[in-house]
């Protein structure tokens, strides 16, 4: 059984740039979520993907963008990065919503993103 | 609407027990808890999907009450691996769909 991988492990960008965060979801998982988390504080939700659909979305605005794909990888875009973006960005595979298996999320190591 | 943990830190020695609760303002149908060491990603560490569940793993258990939107974490005989930040994270199927941590609790056991 694969684990949950994330790419790249740490990132630097400067304000206004874009940036792409990639994710391999857990072998026979089809659901993937995305969280935020600051120094010190616990994961937000993001936004959830499944059978390549947003299923659900966080507190954040629009240029925080995904995709999932058909083998269930996803990717997480930021556009015009702020410095309140800096954080350790966690993807995370899980079963189906709502099929009553309560959404067990295995997580990836996390990508940790730094905007200057 | 995020569920609040109490307390917000606690250092124990080896071998004394902890509680570790989580209360929602909203119904719970589902309780996860996890523990992240620092550095690291959140672990899973157990799943309680009916009010008045409660299960065990190894020396970590937990409790659901359902009626009092309450969460409860039980770690006893405690050892160094168990340091770390625990929350708990529960989803809400309204309109969208939506996962919340708690607000979390950093447990550091001392030799």
Not at chain 2, 35 to 63: D, N, T, W
Not at chain 2, 87 to 105: M, P
Request: glycine content about 10%.
């Amino acid at each position: 059984e694969t684990g949950v991988t994330q790419s790249p492990t740490h990132l630097i960008k400067t304000r206004g740039q874009q940036v792409t965060l990639r994710c391999s979801s857990q072998s026979g998982h089809n659901t993937v979520s995305w969280y935020q988390q600051a120094l010190g504080q616990g994961p937000q939700f993001i936004f959830q993907y499944y059978r390549e659909e947003e299923n659900g979305r966080g507190n954040f605005p629009p240029r925080f963008s995904g995709l999932q794909f058909p083998n269930y990888s996803s990717e997480l875009n930021v556009n015009a990065l702020e410095l309140d973006d800096s954080a350790l960005y966690l993807c995370a595979s899980s079963n189906p919503p709502g099929q009553g298996l309560g959404d067990t999320q295995y997580f990836g190591p996390g990508t940790r993103l730094t905007v200057l | 609407q995020q569920p609040v943990q109490s307390p917000q830190a606690v250092i124990l020695r080896e071998g004394e027990d902890a509680v570790i609760n989580c209360s929602s303002s909203k119904a719970l149908y589902s309780v996860h808890w996890y523990r992240q060491k620092h550095g690291e990603a959140p672990v899973f560490l157990m799943i309680l999907l009916k009010g008045g569940e409660q299960k065990g793993h190894e020396k970590i258990s937990a409790s659901f009450n359902e009626k009092k939107q309450q969460s409860s974490l039980y770690l006893t005989a405690s050892q160094l691996s168990y340091s770390g930040t625990y929350f708990c994270g529960t989803d809400y199927q309204g309109e969208t769909y939506k996962y919340i941590f708690g607000t979390g609790t950093r447990l550091k056991v001392l030799a």
